[in-house]
Nanobody
Framework: VQLQASGGGLVQAGGSLRLSCSASGGSFRAMAWFRQAPGKEREFVAAIWRSGAIYYADSVKGRFINSGDNAKSTMYLQMNSLKPEDTAVYYC???????????????????WGQGTLVTVSS
């Protein structure tokens, strides 16, 4: 299984970016976005369950829109109203065995992409 994340870049505060994640070699129970800012721990951003249900971190709810199709192994993160605190490396992750209650836990994902850098300038 390989995951590929893309779409990162430099944007001004208030702007938008769209991240994409494509995976080969599997059909997943959940796919998710995590991010890691400099000097901070990796944190959950959003996830999509195989049913299509989507989950968000409180910090991005109302600004980010996650979409995709686990059966097709694709996922997109539309990021609007970006803030400097959104600056981070964004990773996509996937799991074939995760349980729903663990969807926000990075340790429960077996497959990870290489990350794409998002920089939001003030």
């Amino acid at each position: 299984v390989q995951l590929q994340a893309s779409g990162g870049g430099l944007v001004q505060a208030g702007g938008s970016l769209r991240l994409s994640c494509s995976a080969s070699g599997g059909s997943f129970r959940a796919m998710a976005w995590f991010r890691q800012a400099p000097g901070k721990e990796r944190e959950f951003v959003a996830a999509i369950w195989r049913s299509g249900a989507i989950y968000y971190a409180d910090s991005v709810k109302g600004r980010f829109i996650n979409s995709g199709d686990n059966a097709k192994s694709t996922m997109y993160l539309q990021m609007n109203s970006l803030k400097p605190e959104d600056t981070a490396v964004y990773y996509c992750a996937a799991s074939t065995s995760i349980i729903l209650s663990s969807v926000r836990q990075d340790g429960q994902y077996s497959y990870w992409g290489q990350g794409t850098l998002v920089t939001v300038s003030s």
